[in-house]
């Protein structure tokens, strides 16, 4: 007991009595604060002052309509056709079954299924899909006699404040149906590489492969986002994109399969450009860092530092990273053939310049596989392969090499351009394809092929020894 008073006289532990005592004070006369003009939960209705009221009311609006789905998905990049099973998610948008999800969940699929929260499922087909947005749009194969399908209402994401609550759905790892709640923590996100139409939404909620494709949902129970992107480290971090870009999206995927985007090579710089600590005279309008070559912006006359000030009559300003999707959205729906105006300022100049948007036509070269040859090959693109472009506009590269096998014994490599096969030029993939199959005719009394390829700009030749069969080893 004297010990226990010897600590009571000590200076320190009266400071703690005291702390003590002052936190019990504040808790008997703590109130929860009601904003100015509102109602205290006792005097108004008590369940709109129920967050957890509010939670469930927005999660039981969406969650019914959610999807999980399985791909079957083919792949080229082991230096061979194969075949394996990737999941995802999505969330039902209309009572004919269409489906919102992420394009890379459904990339190269042969087979899509889709498992709904009432334990029905139904393949899918897709109606369409865009790259750039990392968007696609599946439709269920219905019976006749099918019970109705739930599905959600898609809401305004433009309303959406930092700080609000959001729930993230979908099937992370696998796991059928999840929902997880956090903030939005920031609204108009962009992601160098990543924002080329669009910004994204920034949430804390928690999201991991699998919640690709499912919906991010306000506390309205309106489905404000499509989860797409996530960090697996420092934290919880997901990235969505606004409802507001898919809705207007929505209808050119169901009439054209695809975004129907337009080309101009025209590449943008705001005015106060942080990145590249660049920071330009004017308080309107947007830089043009540069054009692609034989571009409709080449074309039309744009020159590097031209501001544009306004397309087809309407004024456009980026002053920083954030405002360039918008502007590269607006030129990207601008319709194909058709001469539109651009306004732009050269050196204190006003001038009007036609623009004649062309089609931007696939994102994606194809690809091909080659049997024997132990290969992959793929049409170069000029979005997906820039720097393959610059040395051959038209042609086909090495995609996949597999190991052990014939061609990675010859010493090819990915990202090889194929010049020439046995002399015979090939520029397509329907070249390769046909010399392909011959070489696999005659493979009896020729068990060599002379490859010409271009590696870093040179020219080397090598030779393809298809003599041994891997497949069968």
Known sequence: MNRWKD?????????????LVALAALGSAYQPLTPVGASSPAEGDS????????????????????????VIQESHDSGKRSSRDVSGSGVIVSAAGEILTNWHVIEK???????????????????GSDKDLDLALLRLELPSDAAPIPFATIGDSDHLEEGEFVMAMGAP?????????????????FLPEASEYALWLQTDTSISPGNSGGPLVDTAGHVVGLNTRGVLYGGDMGFALPSSVMLEVLPRLREHGSAHWSWTGIHLQPLRDFARDMYFDADEGVIVASTDPESPGRRAGLLTRDRIV????????????????????????LPRGEPV????????????????????????GEALDCPRWDLTLKA?????????????????????????????SAGLETQDILIAIDGEEVRTLDDVRAIHARSLENIRRQRRVLLTILRGGQRRQLVLDISRDWERK
């Not at 469930?56 to 969650?63: I, L, N, Q, W, Y």
């Not at 000029?382 to 995609?399: D, I, Q, S, T, W």
């Open 7 to 19: 600590r009571i006289r000590s200076p320190g532990a009266w400071v703690v009595i005291l702390i």
């Open 380 to 408: 170069i693109n000029r979005f997906e392969n820039p720097e393959l472009h610059f040395y051959r506009a038209e042609g086909v590269f090495v995609y996949g090499v597999r190991s052990p096998g014939n061609a990675s």
């Open 173 to 189: 790892w696998g796991l059928a149906r999840s929902v997880s709640i956090g903030i939005v923590s920031c609204t108009r996100r």
């Open 341 to 364: 105006s651009i306004d732009v300022v050269r050196a204190g100049e006003t001038l009007s310049l036609e623009l004649v948007p062309r089609e931007k036509g696939r994102v994606e």
């Open 47 to 70: 369940e709109l002052t129920d967050f957890r009221a509010v939670v469930k009311r927005a999660k039981d609006a969406v969650f019914p309509s959610l999807v999980f789905i399985k």
């Open 310 to 333: 306004r397309i087809k009559g309407e004024p456009v300003t980026a002053v920083s990273d954030e405002d360039l999707p918008a502007i590269r959205r607006k030129l990207a729906l």
């Open 109 to 127: 699929a042969s087979r899509v299924r889709c498992l709904l929260q009432d334990g029905r499922a139904f393949a899918a087909q897709i109606v």
